[in-house]
C-alpha cells in the first residue's frame, strides 16, 4: 500500500505561540488539499528553538486548547509536530506528539539533551526516558527528536520495537565547514540519515526546519529516504517549503526480505555485554555471573526474532 505524505519545512517566530499555529493551520489546510495522509512537523515547530527562559510561558499541556484543536484536525490528516510539552508536576520536555483520527496516539519526549558548543538545552528541559514504536494507519512508526539521531542506540531500539519508518524532527543550525559549499552539520546529517535507512531497512522521514533566529541559521534540507538508502525527495537548503513524497509500504518488506539485519541481531549479545561495560565503569559488584552456561548470551532461536 501506498501513502502520501507531507513534510512541513517551516520558519516559525520565536516564542510566538499564537502566530506559530495560525501557521501549523495554513500548511495542514494546503496538505489536506493536496490529499496527504500525514503531516510532519520540525523539532519545536509550534514555539521556536532558542526559547531559554521563555520555555514555561510556550508550554501546552495536552488537554490545552490548542492541542485540542489539533486533535480535532487530526480527524482529516494525521499529525506529528514538536513543541515544548508541561507536566501535571512542572515539568517541562521537548516533545513530539503523534495525533491520528481524534486521539493522541504517542508522546516523544527528547531523551539526549545537547549540552554542548551553543546548546544548552538540560538547562531548560528534562530528559526523556524511552524510546518506543508505535502502531499507526501505516504501520509501526518511531519518533525521534534531533540529537537522540546522534546516538545510534536510539535508531537500534527503535527498529527493534518494530519500526517500520523513523520520524526525526529537527531543529538543526548550520555548524562548521564542510566540503564544497555544504556545511559540516548539513554533511553529517545526510549521511546520518542514509546510513541508517539502508541499514535497517526503513524509511528515514527528516523534517528539518528554516529560518533565522537568534542569529543562528537554520539549514532546511528536510528529505525522506528509502530503506535502499536513496534519497526520494528532498527540500530546498534555507527556504521554507511543504514537501509532499509517496511512501509505499512494499519497500520494507523487500529491504529486509534482501538483508535480515533486524531479524539477525544478537539482542542477548548486546544486552549481556553493555551490562557488562556498565557495571565494570561503575564499579558495581553485581557483575554478571559466568559459572553458569546460562549466563552465557545464547543466539535467539527463530521464533523470536524480528
Known amino acids: 500500500m501506498k501513502h ?57 499541556k495536552t488537554r490545552s486548547k490548542m492541542f485540542k484543536e489539533l486533535l480535532n484536525l487530526s480527524q482529516k490528516i494525521s499529525i506529528c509536530f514538536g513543541f515544548v510539552e508541561e507536566t501535571d508536576s512542572v515539568e517541562f520536555f521537548n516533545s513530539a506528539a503523534y495525533l491520528e483520527k481524534g486521539e493522541l496516539v504517542h508522546l516523544h519526549r527528547k531523551v539526549y ?20 514504536s508505535f502502531q499507526t494507519r ?23 520495537d518494530g519500526a517500520q519508518w523513523i520520524l526525526s524532527l529537527s531543529s538543526s543550525p548550520g555548524r562548521g565547514v564542510g566540503k564544497g559549499d555544504h556545511l559540516y552539520s548539513t554533511q553529517m546529517w545526510e549521511a546520518m540519515n542514509r546510513f541508517y535507512a539502508g541499514l535497517y531497512g526503513v524509511y528515514q522521514v527528516y523534517v528539518n526546519r528554516a529560518g533565522v533566529e537568534e542569529g543562528v541559521n537554520f539549514w532546511g534540507g528536510s528529505e525522506v529516504i528509502n530503506p535502499k538508502g ?8 534555507f527556504e521554507e517549503d511543504l514537501l509532499k513524497v509517496e511512501l509505499d509500504e512494499g519497500e520494507v ?14 539482542l542477548d549479545l548486546v544486552i549481556y555485554e553493555l551490562t557488562r561495560i556498565r557495571n565494570e565503569s ?25
Open 138 to 160: 501505516f504501520g509501526k512508526i518511531a519518533i525521534l527528536i534531533c540529537e537522540d539521531l546522534w546516538h545510534p542506540t536510539s535508531v537500534q531500539i527503535a527498529v527493534q
Open 4 to 60: 502520501q505524505i507531507a513534510l512541513a519545512q517551516v520558519y516559525p517566530k520565536l516564542g510566538d505561540l499564537d502566530a506559530n499555529f495560525q501557521m501549523f493551520r495554513e500548511k495542514i489546510r494546503i496538505a489536506i488539499n493536496q490529499k496527504a495522509e500525514l503531516i510532519v512537523f520540525p523539532e519545536l515547530g509550534l514555539t521556536g528553538y532558542f526559547l531559554r527562559d521563555m520555555v514555561s510561558s510556550v508550554a501546552l
Open 282 to 306: 561503575t564499579g558495581s559488584q553485581s557483575k554478571p555471573r559466568r559459572k553458569s552456561s546460562r549466563s552465557i548470551p545464547q543466539r535467539r532461536n527463530s521464533k523470536n526474532r524480528i
Open 253 to 266: 518488506r523487500r529491504s529486509r526480505v534482501m538483508s535480515p539485519l533486524i531479524r539477525d541481531e544478537n
Open 230 to 237: 536513496q534519497v526520494m525527495a528532498k527540500a530546498p537548503y
Open 113 to 132: 539533551l545537547p549540552t554542548y558548543g551553543m546548546f544548552d538545552e538540560q538547562r531548560y528541559f528534562s530528559c526523556g526516558k524511552a524510546i518506543r
